[in-house]
């Protein structure tokens, strides 16, 4: 039997972020994760740490949403510093194209919207998309251009945090599944994994989408939707694109990574498909005509996450102790902030962050189920 | 094209056909091929293990898979970087560059 402050399920960015701030607040911590670090949403994700990308939310994005975006862009700056080359963490700007007089209306709200919250971006036309990316084609009628967003590779960052996290004393233990959650009355008290039991004073659930099955072990319904998201990565070409378009990017190594289908419904969600990988051609060449000639190295594919109303779910569920949940869509822009969120929560019982609109509590009783559906609301 | 004989018992196959001696150029020397030969087939059989080198280190690279899946056997044809040796057919007069990655940045 083991036993820790806290015990995280899941080696993604959420769980192996929260286990690098909780460690380095002296918390003794224990990590256990099914498969491999990364081996999940975060091993296949675009890698995005964006303040004006959005794919999924409406067209004014919540003023408590815009500053955690903020606040985890800070937390990676300071962690660029901290844990060096690993995070691939570079900041050259995004550009979100809009492509029809309706979708650049909503674009102009949600720039306003972001501007009103302090994000330094700007609504500009084709021309301006032109003078920062000259790759881009008139399809692009408007865009978003902030340019303080950045990028990561997101497989660096959570060997980064694992390996920080370790080396102040967090055990990280791959291999291991947790299967169900340990309760005494209205309290979770440890987890019950493969390896037997670990007993912790705090059980943080960020396993993407096992969150939901592990919740409901304790009777807590976590409302979460499911899709296949298929992603891209070209040979290295000259160097084309200075900043990120939606989610195309190049990488330092000159290959171009682009991204990514949305697929709800789809059993495999590890399998690539022809009609995905068409319709990504198709619209990547439409947008940046020089990736015509361009050839293609490899396709993956994962799950894509998203609770159901679009927004993170943080912290602990109303009427019971010692567990802590962490699952949202855009988890690479968000870790660095939930992680510490998460650390302060453990060590101080509230945060300095609005957290508020993120509780699980939000949520009607009709809308929360126990497992995870293969779908997507939202646009 | 030659044809093997099938074997006695007439379980294995006719064998291996061989097509038309052909010419390629390998780093500007004539290497004789044989039509329906993947590239890397032919180097292989003429000794060349290194198919190129890597960008950040320089190291050599040789083919892996040999079955187009891991990008590891890259080559130039005729100017067109990064081709994989092992899908590429051989080609009368085709000219093959061992190729310094990335290959945008060394093309002639």
């Known amino acids: 039997m083991r036993t820790a402050d806290v015990c995280i399920v899941g080696g993604g960015l959420l769980g192996t972020a929260t286990a690098y701030y909780a460690a380095k607040a002296g918390l003794k911590v224990v990590l256990v994760e099914e498969r491999e670090l990364a081996s999940g949403t975060s091993g296949v994700a675009f890698g995005g740490v964006s303040l004006a990308i959005y794919s999924y939310s409406a067209a004014r994005v919540p003023r408590a949403y815009v500053d955690l975006s903020k606040a985890s862009l800070a937390l990676y700056q300071q962690a660029q510093e901290e844990l060096g080359a690993p995070l691939d963490f570079d900041a050259p700007g995004s550009i979100d194209p809009f492509y029809n007089d309706e979708d650049s209306e909503r674009g102009l709200e949600r720039a306003r919207g972001l501007q009103d919250c302090g994000v330094p971006c700007e609504f500009i036309d084709y021309k301006q998309i032109r003078e920062i990316e000259p790759a881009v084609s008139p399809i692009a009628i408007n865009a978003i251009y902030c340019p303080i967003d950045a990028h990561v590779t997101p497989m660096g960052v959570v060997w980064a945090f694992a390996k920080a996290a370790r080396q102040m004393g967090a055990e990280i233990r791959t291999g291991v599944r947790a299967s169900s959650l340990i309760s005494r009355g209205e309290r979770v008290v440890g987890v019950i994994t493969s390896e037997g039991e670990i007993f912790a004073d705090t059980v943080v659930c960020a396993s993407g989408s096992g969150v939901p099955a592990l919740a409901a072990s304790v009777g807590v319904k976590v409302p979460l939707d499911l899709a296949r998201g298929q992603m891209f990565v070209t040979e290295r070409i000259p160097p084309l694109l200075r900043t990120y378009v939606h989610n195309i990017k190049q990488t330092p190594a000159g290959t171009i990574v682009f991204g990514t289908t949305r697929e709800p419904g789809v059993k495999d969600t590890t399998a690539t498909s022809v009609e995905g990988t068409m319709k990504m051609l198709k619209w990547v060449t439409s947008l940046i005509p020089a990736l015509s000639n361009v050839k293609l190295l490899r396709s993956w594919a994962g799950l894509r996450l998203l609770p159901i109303d679009g927004y993170p779910i943080i912290g602990k569920p109303d009427g019971i102790e010692g567990l802590m949940l962490a699952v949202m869509h855009r988890g690479v822009t968000l870790a660095p902030v939930v992680g510490s969120i998460l650390t302060d929560l453990i060590l101080q019982g509230k945060t300095r962050h609005d957290i508020g609109p993120y509780r699980l509590s939000r949520f009607s009783p009709k809308d929360q189920r126990g497992e995870a559906r293969e779908t997507f609301y939202g646009n | ?108």
């Open chain 2, 1 to 108: 094209m030659a044809i093997e004989q099938a074997s006695d018992d007439g379980l294995r196959s006719a064998g291996i056909g061989r097509g038309t001696a052909i010419s390629i150029f390998v780093d500007g020397k004539e290497i004789q091929a044989f039509e329906g030969e993947t590239v890397l087939a032919v180097l292989w059989a003429n000794g060349r293990h290194t198919l190129h080198t890597t960008a950040r280190s320089h190291e050599p690279r040789g083919f892996f898979c040999g079955i187009g899946v891991c990008f590891d056997c890259l080559i130039t044809v005729d100017g067109i970087v990064n081709l994989r040796a092992c899908v590429e057919p051989v080609r009368q007069g085709m000219e093959i560059t061992s190729q310094r990655d990335p290959g945008y940045a060394h093309a002639s």
